[in-house]
C-alpha cells in the first residue's frame, strides 16, 4: 500500500525508546493517527529531530487495517505554538483543548472542523486572545464538530437559565429545579457562539465560567473528565 500524506497537529508523544516515539496526532483529513516513529529523535533524519506536542506539521505514514499503531516514516514540522510554552494559563487550555480533540475524535473518522477549531484556538492565544475566550470558543466548535454541540434556546431569558445536563440543552431553572443555574453573562456568551458572532465582547469571568460549563458537559458526554480538568478547572466543574 502507498504511504499516505497529511497534515496534522502533534497532540502528544511518548518515548519508545532511546531513539524512536509513539506519537498521537490529529489530521486534516485521517482522523486521529498513533503511530510509531522508529529513529524519530535520531539527527539528521525523516523527523527533524523527533515530535513535539502543539506543532504542526505534513506527515507520511503507512496504514494496515487493524493494527493498533500506525508506521511513521516522515514529519516535517511547519508550525509550533509557543505561548502555551510561556503562559501558564494558556499551558492549561490549551492542554484541554487537547484533551477534548483526542478524546472526542478517537477511533472515528474527524470532520476537517475538528483540526480547525484545535488549530484556530491555538492560533489565538498565539495573537493574544485570553486563553478562556480560546478554550471556550474551541471546546464549542470541538463539540459541535462532533455532534454533540447543546442547543441554545434564545427564547429563554438569560436571567432565568439554566442548563439540563441530560438533554443538553438550556432550559428554565424553575421548570428544571435538577439543572445547573448559570449566570446571565454564561448565556450571553453561548448565544453569541451560536450566531457566530465574534465580534461580541464579554466580560473575562463570563468566558472562564463557559468553558466551565463546556467542560462539564463535555465530562458528561464521555462518562469521564479527561485528566487536564483537574488543573484547567481548579474550582471543580458542575455536577
Excluded: Y
Excluded at 448559570?182 to 451560536?194: D, H, N
Excluded at 473528565?225 to 471543580?236: D, E, I, L, N, R
Aim: glycine share 8%; proline share 7%.
Amino acid at each position: 500500500m502507498p504511504p499516505l500524506h497529511t497534515t496534522g497537529i502533534c497532540l502528544r508523544q511518548w518515548p519508545f525508546s532511546e531513539t524512536s516515539q509513539t506519537v498521537s496526532i490529529l489530521t486534516l483529513d485521517r482522523g486521529l493517527v498513533r503511530g510509531l516513529a522508529k529513529g524519530a529523535r535520531r539527527m539528521p533524519g525523516s523527523f527533524g529531530g523527533g515530535f513535539e506536542p502543539l506543532t504542526m506539521g505534513t506527515l507520511i505514514f503507512f496504514h494496515k487495517a487493524g493494527r493498533e499503531l500506525e508506521t511513521l516514516s516522515e514529519w516535517q514540522e511547519s508550525k509550533s505554538w509557543r505561548t502555551p510554552r510561556r503562559n501558564a494559563q494558556a499551558n492549561r487550555a490549551a492542554l484541554a483543548m487537547v484533551d477534548l480533540a483526542e478524546k472526542l475524535n478517537r477511533g472515528a473518522e474527524v470532520e476537517q472542523d475538528a483540526f480547525w477549531a484545535l488549530h484556530n484556538g491555538l492560533d489565538a492565544m498565539e495573537m493574544g486572545c485570553l486563553p478562556d475566550e480560546a478554550l471556550c470558543r474551541t471546546l464549542w466548535l470541538l463539540l459541535q464538530a462532533a455532534g454533540f454541540g447543546p442547543f441554545v434556546d434564545e427564547r429563554i431569558a438569560p436571567n432565568q437559565a439554566a442548563f439540563d445536563p441530560e438533554a443538553g440543552q438550556l432550559c428554565d431553572f424553575e421548570a428544571n429545579a435538577g439543572a445547573w443555574r448559570l449566570s446571565p453573562g454564561t448565556v450571553k456568551v453561548l448565544q453569541s457562539l451560536v450566531r457566530e458572532d465574534d465580534e461580541l465582547s464579554h466580560e473575562p469571568e463570563a468566558w472562564a465560567k463557559s468553558a466551565r460549563l463546556l467542560a462539564a458537559w463535555s465530562s458528561r458526554i464521555l462518562g469521564e473528565a479527561p485528566p487536564s480538568w483537574s488543573w484547567t478547572f481548579p474550582s471543580g466543574l458542575p455536577e
